[in-house]
């Protein structure tokens, strides 16, 4: 038999006057906040609006003076020359911070090397290009995910350095051109007599191969013609021939399709090795800030926000100054 025990309203009563209570002084609360910020802009309204106007002005200076501009080249380096374009990169940002200037302009032949602010380089992940073909590069990716992620391996320098495209990111503190900026930069980097050497060697290889390449094409033609004319003469007499599977016609023609498809391959890389480090595209003068052109409202929205904790620590600490000498 269950017993049950009736609620005692007077308790009920009791609970829903405490909640109401709270409430009400919760909102009282809110409407003596508000008071005392109305109150509080009230009585400062002068320096309120000087930090305003004060802060405006100095944002509309600081929007038209310290805008930067961000400049971006993909390049492919060629020949194994990734590393190298690494440590250019690394030799010009050192002597961007160290603000050598002649450097940057009797080496480098920037016009403007005051407004060169920095300098680095980012791969562009591209994992299908790099294991495509390349067994040995996808069986490396596999051993070093391993004993780690996937995604952090592959953006290890290790990694990072053999993908095909690399992206240089300048920032400058003025707008500029591309010949003024970037060819000089271009120039510098392709000046180098070792990779020229490397370059002639391996151009020369690829020609020599697309010679080749015609070649076969032209046997592997010749010998489809004369096939051609056999089969023709053999149907305009009453001889039935009979083709054997050592012909190998498939094989040929299979041959001949590889030569064409590595052809097309090697005129695309004849037109990637006219340079060391070969540039894809630029993209000039992009804003880079992050508050670019909202300075002027920042700025006195944090000046009014530090004048009100300024005066809050105040209070606080004649407060707690009262409380100590009590």
Known sequence: MSTKVPHNSEDQEIDLARISKKISNFLESVKSSIFNGIQFFVQNWIVVLVLVVAGFGLGMILDKTQKKYQHQIIVSPNFGSTDYLYSKIDLIDSK????????????LGIEKPSDVKSI???????????????PENFELIKLMAEDGDINKVLQENITSKNYTYQTIILVTKSKTSEDKLIKPLLKYFNDSDHYS???KEIYKNVELKMKQNDTIIKQIDGVLNNFSKSTNNNAKSDKL????????LNDIIKTKETLINEQGNHKIELISYD????????VLNK????FQGRLKIILPLAFILGFILLRMFVRFYRNQSRILTV
């Open 287 to 290: 804003e880079s800030e992050v």
């Open 197 to 199: 050497k490397i370059q």
């Open 120 to 134: 680095e380089i980012k791969p562009i992940a591209d994992v299908y290009n790099f294991i495509q073909n390349k």
């Open 241 to 248: 021939v009979y083709y054997n599977e050592n012909t190998q």
């Open 96 to 107: 961007i911070k160290e603000k050598d200037t002649i450097f940057l302009k009797n080496t």
């Open 275 to 282: 340079r060391i480090i070969k540039e894809n595209s630029v």
